[in-house]
């Protein structure tokens, strides 16, 4: 059974940094990319950053460049992002989500097929 | 970037309607769409890839189509548990958008 479980969320104070973790079990981690989704309070989903199988094509969106740094270890099967500079703007549920498609497929369309229960980040003082 | 624009944000129907939902992109993302159902409390669900591929698992009652800009999500006939949100979301290109969400409610 494919499991994705965040941790590191909390309450963090504006400037200061947080780093989540995404430990990923049930499938053969280093075969997928990987990406991060937040939801603010009451709105809708926000696409953060991905990252490829082997870290080798790494995105982010322009709300978080320059700030978050996704990373991961496939030999400990974690997704990682850090979030250093926090704004109250990236107060959010945090949720790691894994592409459908792996390496091998033949076909590529990059849906997200499973994802974690999230992780929340408070950005107050 | 491409914006997803989703029609309507929200809709009142009975146990039993069809249900449409569409999703507008900005330019064309070919068949690179997905439809997404969340549920409140819950981490969002896959129910349609790449346009109108049903995802393992998701009742037959959901359906998807289009290519290019104009996208549909349909609900044949729709049953308690489908109230929820719905998300389209483009992964043409980065940043991978999702429109804004549909909320389907109980008439």
């Known amino acids: 059974e494919v499991q994705l479980v965040e941790s590191g969320g909390g309450l963090v104070q504006p400037g200061r940094s947080l780093r989540l973790s995404c430990a990923a079990s049930g499938f053969t981690f280093d075969d997928y990319a990987m990406h991060w989704v937040r939801q603010p309070p009451g709105k809708g989903l926000e696409w953060v950053s991905g990252?490829?199988?082997?870290?080798?094509?790494?995105s982010y969106a322009d709300s978080v460049k320059g700030r978050f740094t996704i990373s991961r270890d496939n030999a400990k099967n974690s997704l990682y992002l850090q979030m250093n500079s926090l704004r109250a703007e990236d107060t959010a549920l945090y949720y790691c989500a894994k592409v459908r498609e792996g390496k091998y497929s033949s076909t590529w369309y990059g849906g997200f097929d499973y994802w974690g229960q999230g992780t929340l980040v408070t950005v107050s003082s | 970037d491409i914006q997803m624009t989703q029609s309507p944000s929200s809709l009142s129907a009975s146990v039993g309607d069809r249900v449409t939902i569409t999703c507008r992109a900005s330019?064309?993302?070919?068949?690179?769409l997905h439809w997404y159902q969340e549920k409140p409390g819950k981490a969002p669900n896959l129910l349609i890839y790449a346009a109108s591929s049903l995802q393992s698992g998701v009742p037959s009652r959901f359906s998807g189509s289009g290519s290019g800009t104009d996208f549909t999500l349909t609900i044949s006939t729709l049953q308690p548990e489908d109230f929820a949100t719905y998300y389209c979301?483009?992964?043409?290109?980065?940043?991978?958008?999702f429109g804004q969400g549909t909320k389907v409610e109980i008439k």
């Open positions: 330019q064309s993302i070919s068949k690179y």
């Open positions: 990252i490829s199988w082997n870290s080798g094509s790494i």
């Open positions: 979301q483009q992964s043409y290109s980065i940043p991978r958008t």
